[in-house]
């Protein structure tokens, strides 16, 4: 028999099953579309999925963890049609705009709308900007059209599907400077659950985009802005469109107009919104980023942005002593760049200087649909970052799921790569042994990558839809067991939150960094591992949930490059929990390989 006509050696589907619906099935299809309706029924919708997904795989008895069309998927095309379903209504709700962490100055909302845009209360600020007392009326006379415009959609989106974290910007038509508004006029709709009682509110709350010159500068060498380009962006910063930028500066409106579309395709932005949720993102994570109390002064940032070709451009960001052990720093798929924010103190001290690329589909980088090539296509694009940063000799860093990107460009670049570490990095999947060691929550996200990826998009979508919502953090804390180290670290407020931004980070453009991520992180990719031969540090935690310790030593055994360094009473979150020990490590194993010709 061909493999055209093969049958798959496991199915969960009968040939009634279309007709059958056990309680199980039935609560899952309830689940799913309370999810739909209410991203905080993702715990209840994961905890029944879980339960479902677990019970196939039991069934699968004796099957390899192949990718041989006879071994390779759990099918229930009653279950998989509801998933596509619900998946369809995620899409057609869409996300609204994620809240920018750090936007505003921390003071309470300017006025809170009800259903219909009708107003609930405001402050005395709200009447300065819109009248006394405030109305609808006020608020829609004190914007500018296309912000009037803007907000009625948005107020009749969130009428619709209410969900926490939506958000908008809006310009007023005129900033009152008796107002002192921190954006001099930018003003922000979050849909937020309403502070008593049940149900969502519409907050109006002041956008504070700070400006300074090291801005002016970043826009400049990044996006490769003309002075006049950045003083137009500071213009808009302040509110207003381009008639009312025209009426402060003196500047034509046709010639405003010609700026402003050069400056949407230099920073691959559509919209006066878009443009300035990009500037609020680099005064969050550029050079003034010690701003932040995080931050370590010591430690040289900035974000600079590589065109790898084809109108791609991949950002990266360094930071740590600028004369440091160059290591390049190859994001996982769930938390991104999260755990750069805190490591300032530990790469001055270990004497590293970073570099983080971020990968195709996350955050601000390009978008790439490709599944099978995407670790070839990233070991490609960081091959032409090593020239543009003329960086001739490297350690590069794969952290969680970052390794198998590590090893692709290992595999490629050759001489480039003097070494590999992996630090709570994944190894090849093998064994169905290796997906039951792992926490209940990640096994079945894992199963549903590896045996059922039709329904991995609803799946996915669902979790994208928690943590755009104000509960993004019940999202988190169920990825780690009561009681385990990982759990205790997440318990700590600065880590969850730095955490937390890391995963909108990832879905920033939506499930797909995560999906292709999720194929790969479920399969045998040894092949990639094989490309190449240079030495392999492998730093691991003792109680790692999602990678077994035990896994990783086989690993280590079966190839003689290879040397594991275990981290006692450490999980998956050591870089977090311990990130000094781990870079001195990392830098000691750096300096080694350099050093060899």
């Known amino acids: 028999m061909t493999a055209e006509h093969s049958v798959p050696a496991y199915s969960v589907a009968s040939p009634d099953a279309a007709e059958a619906l056990d309680p199980g099935r039935a609560r899952l299809i309830g689940s799913i579309y309370e999810v739909v309706l209410n991203p905080e029924h993702f715990d209840s919708f994961m905890a029944d999925w879980s339960d479902f997904v677990d019970q196939l795989a039991r069934r699968l008895g004796e099957m390899q963890v192949t990718d041989e069309p006879s071994a390779r998927t759990l099918e229930d095309p009653v279950i ?5 379903r619900a998946f369809a209504l995620f899409e057609r709700m869409g996300r609204g705009e994620t809240v920018l962490p750090g936007a505003g100055d921390g003071r309470g909302p300017l006025v809170r709308l009800g259903r219909g845009g009708v107003v609930l209360s405001a ?10 007392p405030v109305t609808a009326e006020g608020i829609r006379a004190a914007l500018e059209p296309d ?8 107020l009749t989106a969130a009428d619709r599907a209410p969900a926490s974290g939506r958000f908008t910007v809006l310009s007023l038509a005129e900033a009152p400077a008796q107002a002192a508004l921190p954006g001099g006029g930018l003003v922000a709709a979050v849909t937020v659950r309403a502070p008593e009682g049940e149900g969502f509110v519409t907050e109006l709350k002041a956008l504070s985009v700070g400006w300074s010159p090291a801005l002016s500068g970043i826009l400049v060498e990044s996006f490769r802005l003309t002075p006049r380009e950045v003083e137009l962006v500071r213009e808009l910063t302040r509110g207003g469109d381009l008639p009312a930028v ?10 405003l107009r010609a700026q402003l579309k050069s400056v949407f395709a230099k920073t691959r932005t559509g919209a006066q919104s878009e443009l300035m949720r990009l500037v609020a993102a680099l005064v969050l994570h550029g050079p003034d980023g010690d701003s932040r109390p995080d931050a370590a002064p010591a430690a040289s940032e900035q974000e600079i942005v590589v065109d790898v070709g084809d109108g791609r451009l991949m950002p990266v960001l360094t930071t740590g002593p600028a004369d440091g052990l160059p290591v390049i720093f190859v994001h996982g798929m769930l938390e991104g760049l999260a755990s ?13 200087r970073l570099y983080a690329p971020m990968r195709a589909n996350f955050g601000a980088s390009f978008v790439d649909p490709r599944i099978r090539e995407a670790p070839g296509l990233f070991a490609r694009d960081l091959g032409i970052v090593l020239q543009s940063l003329n960086l001739p000799r490297v350690v590069l860093l794969g952290h969680m799921a970052g390794a198998i990107y590590a090893y692709a460009a290992a595999g490629r670049l050759g001489r480039a790569v003097a070494g590999m ?5 994944c190894v090849p999947i093998t064994s169905i042994e290796q997906f039951a060691a792992m926490t209940p929550r990640q096994r079945a996200v894992a199963y549903t990558a590896r045996f059922a990826p039709a329904l991995l998009p609803a799946v996915l979508r669902a979790g994208i839809a928690q943590i755009d919502s104000s509960s993004a953090e019940k999202f988190m804390t169920p990825l780690y067991p009561t009681g385990s180290r990982d759990r205790e670290v997440v318990s700590r407020p600065a880590i969850a939150e730095r955490i ?15 999906q292709i991520d999720a194929w790969h992180v479920t399969r045998d990719w040894s092949a990639l591992v094989a490309g190449s031969d240079c030495p392999l540090h492998l730093i691991h935690g003792e109680l790692d949930p999602v990678v077994s310790l035990r896994s990783v030593r086989e690993f280590a055994q079966a190839r003689a490059r290879a040397h594991v360094i275990e981290i006692e009473g450490e999980g998956q979150l050591l870089l977090y929990a311990k990130p000094g020990p781990v870079l001195a490590e990392v830098a000691d194993f750096a300096r080694r390989c350099l050093a060899t010709p």
């Open 500 to 514: 937390i931004e890391g995963y909108r980070y990832t879905v920033a453009q939506g499930q797909k960094a995560f």
């Open 80 to 84: 998989e049609a509801h998933f596509r």
């Open 147 to 154: 912000s009037v415009a803007r907000l009625a959609a948005y």
């Open 123 to 132: 402050g005395a600020e709200a009447e300065t900007l819109f009248g006394s």
């Open 421 to 425: 570490v992996g630090v709570a990095g």
């Open 246 to 255: 025209s009426l402060r500066s003196g500047r034509s409106l046709n010639t």
């Open 340 to 352: 750069l924010s805190q490591l300032g103190p530990a790469l001055q001290a270990a004497g590293i």
